[in-house]
T-cell receptor
Framework: GAVVSQHPSRVICKSGTSVKIECRSL??????MFWYRQFPKQSLMLMAT?????????EQGVEKDKFLINHASLTLSTLTVTSAHPEDSSFYIC??????????????FGPGTRLTVL | GNSVTQMEGPVTLSEEAFLTINCTYT??????LFWYVQYPGEGLQLLLK?????DKGSNKGFEATYRKETTSFHLEKGSVQVSDSAVYFC??????????FGQGTTLQVKP
């Protein structure tokens, strides 16, 4: 149980194009989904938190117009990197939480998406 | 603010050796504590968790005890295998619901 998938696993795009990454909770309904970015050999950096049906909450320093997040249903959230540039190349990971206990509920992570912008 | 500090890696061990990865935290209130493992090129997998003081989380031979008096959640395993080679992240979750991660510790187990 508690499986989270991401698609695609790898994407290579040209500078200036937009890329959409999907995150799905396969066997549970996710009240909250999170998007992280991870640089090589570093920890995860939280980008934004999204609840189904409402606007995402972005962390300080994350451009909301560049990283568009849509949480359309309890099992799907998407991250769109708009007008991607080489500095956006990174490993993007989503996570999902099923319950409503902010302190104790577990976040389950997807396998990640490797984005390379040429 | 809340923070998590892990021992620096890489940690290199021989197969069947005893493993300890230290983790200490700073938090207001009573956080939940987690260990996640990341294999190369993959996302994070929950290894174990503890939600209150003196709780012991355990899974796949790994265990960690929530020590409020020392604000620690050290990860231990009695006998590591080559397949345990990965990056291990300690994390806490407070009332905001956000996870605060340590910097990660790379474990290399040699046959």
């Amino acid at each position: 149980g508690a499986v989270v998938s991401q698609h695609p696993s790898r994407v290579i795009c040209k500078s200036g194009t937009s890329v959409k990454i999907e995150c799905r909770s396969l066997d549970f309904q996710a009240t909250t989904m999170f998007w992280y970015r991870q640089f090589p050999k570093q920890s995860l950096m939280l980008m934004a938190t999204s609840n189904e049906g409402s606007k995402a909450t972005y962390e300080q320093g994350v451009e909301k117009d560049k990283f568009l997040i849509n949480h359309a249903s309890l099992t799907l959230s998407t991250l769109t990197v708009t007008s991607a540039h080489p500095e956006d190349s990174s490993f993007y990971i989503c996570s999902a939480r099923a319950g409503t206990s902010l302190r104790t509920d577990t976040q389950y992570f997807g396998p990640g998406t490797r984005l390379t912008v040429l | 603010g809340n923070s998590v500090t892990q021992m620096e890696g890489p940690v290199t061990l021989s197969e069947e050796a005893f493993l300890t990865i230290n983790c200490t935290y700073t938090a207001t209130g009573y956080p939940s504590l987690f260990w996640y493992v990341q294999y190369p090129g993959e996302g994070l997998q929950l290894l174990l968790k503890a939600t209150k003081a003196d709780d012991k989380g355990s899974n796949k031979g790994f265990e960690a005890t929530y020590r409020k008096e020392t604000t620690s959640f050290h990860l231990e395993k009695g006998s590591v295998q080559v397949s345990d080679s990965a990056v291990y992240f300690c994390a806490l979750s407070s009332n905001t619901g956000k996870l605060i991660f340590g910097q990660g510790t790379t474990l290399q187990v040699k046959p």
